[in-house]
């Protein structure tokens, strides 16, 4: 865990391959940013790192299932952003890998993140 012990809030831009995490303290502190291959032990070993029960958000794209599921599994409240709530990422004259981590943790934070709905498993197992 890091020298932080306050309570974190963590964007996760998700992609095939790799995968960005941003961390961020109560008050908006960029804490970490770190690159991964998506693995399921290295994204739980970044997540340890954000102390006991993180806000974790990542977007609904293809393939946030596994990480949703190890992220829940390391004691983490996954919150899954809906893709047309915040389309208007393409849009900024900016745009990297962080950057799209950290906005995502910041809508977490601030409370405006448009939220897609994750199932329970019984419902997933059902489809």
Do not use: C
């Not at 340890?48 to 409240?77: C, H, I, K, M, S």
């Amino acid at each position: 865990m890091s020298e932080y012990d306050g309570h974190q809030y963590v964007g996760v831009d998700l992609h095939r391959r790799r995968s960005v995490i941003v961390r961020q303290a109560d008050d908006g502190v960029q804490l970490s940013a770190v690159r991964i291959l998506n693995d399921p032990v290295a994204l739980g070993l970044q997540i340890e790192q954000a102390g006991p029960d993180p806000d974790v958000v990542l977007e609904a794209t293809y393939g946030w299932y596994w990480a949703a599921d190890v992220l829940q599994a390391a004691g983490a409240r996954v919150h899954l952003a809906h893709l047309l709530g915040v389309k208007g990422f393409a849009y900024r004259r900016v745009k990297s890998d962080i950057r799209d981590a950290a906005d995502l943790a910041d809508l977490l934070r601030m409370g405006r993140l448009p939220e897609a709905w994750i199932a329970p498993l019984q419902v997933l197992e059902l489809r």
